[in-house]
């Protein structure tokens, strides 16, 4: 596993390394599972895969605080903040509580029309390709 690791790490092959992140936390290897999670991020982050290098870091991040490692890697990995603003992380809250646009646009005394376009600048802003993705993404790294 460690060759693998070496070899995407060496190619800055992103997927393989968020493939090899998952089969080291299978092997318990958390610690190694979040730091070759970060390395994707930062390899995501190359070639400008904002949806998937942000999905990277939460998935280093969260194993991070699972095992208290903090490598190099990892603390390069989760520097970046969600390009968010303030409404956006508030309307998907929103959505991430499960209500639906309609109800988010009733509650913030907004139109329909207005969330989606926020949901829409988000979508573009973080790279994600669906809303539930977004909600997920978000979910994942606790609105940071």
């Known amino acids: ?45 190359r070639v400008d895969a904002r949806g998937s290098a942000f ?13 208290g490692a903090e490598t190099p890697a990892l603390r390069a990995a989760v520097t970046e903040r969600l390009p968010l603003s303030d409404r956006e992380r508030e309307i998907l809250m929103l959505l991430g509580d499960g209500l639906s646009s309609r109800a988010v646009a009733e509650r913030l005394h907004l139109s329909t029309r207005t969330v989606e376009n926020h949901v829409y600048r988000a979508m573009n802003k973080t790279g994600t390709a669906s809303r539930d993705e977004l909600v997920a993404l978000l979910s994942r790294r606790s609105m940071t």
């Open 1 to 45: 596993m460690r060759g693998r690791f070496a070899a995407a790490l060496h190619c800055g092959d992103a997927a393989e390394l968020m493939a090899v992140s998952e089969a080291f936390e299978e092997m318990g290897d958390v610690v190694a599972a979040a730091d070759a999670a970060a390395h994707a991020a930062i390899a995501y982050r």
């Open 55 to 67: 999905g990277a870091s939460t998935r280093a991040t969260t194993l991070a605080e699972r095992c």
